[in-house]
């Protein structure tokens, strides 16, 4: 599978940004993506994820209650809202993206990830 970030941008603190990541190529039935994020200086973090059939989704507590996941079936692409952005919140955000097996479960380690797009800035200025 093919991913292709796009939304990054500048943005005010208190401000909002919707990240998009357009999956491409082989069926996305038993796929989960989610968002990782790394800021300068600091390892790559989990965001967050969506199972692709079905929509469950989970994130980290660090933006629960501020950033949202959701996928659009129809136009192969999950989104990454994200309201009530802080400094803290600045980074290159990626998506990736893994197939699970037998059984789905919760996957917030970025080595377990198969398939990366590229990176896109986020920037929230104070």
């Known amino acids: 599978v093919q991913l292709q970030a796009s939304g990054g941008g500048l943005v005010q603190a208190g401000g909002s940004q919707r990240l998009s990541c357009a999956a491409s190529?082989?069926?996305?039935?038993?796929?989960?993506i989610a968002w990782f994020r790394q800021a300068p200086g600091k390892e790559r973090e989990f965001v967050a994820a969506?199972?692709?059939?079905?929509?469950?989704?989970y994130s980290a507590d660090s933006v629960k209650g501020r950033f949202t996941i959701s996928r659009d079936k129809y136009k192969n692409t999950v989104y990454l809202q994200m309201n009530s952005m802080n400094p803290e919140d600045t980074a290159v955000y990626y998506c990736?993206?893994?197939?699970?097996?037998?059984?789905?479960?919760?996957?917030?380690?970025?080595?377990?990830?198969?398939?990366w797009g590229q990176g896109t800035q986020v920037t929230v200025s104070s």
């Open positions: 969506t199972r692709w059939s079905g929509g469950l989704t």
């Open positions: 990736a993206g893994r197939y699970w097996g037998n059984y789905w479960y919760k996957e917030a380690d970025d080595a377990k990830y198969e398939h």
């Open positions: 190529g082989r069926t996305l039935n038993k796929l989960s």
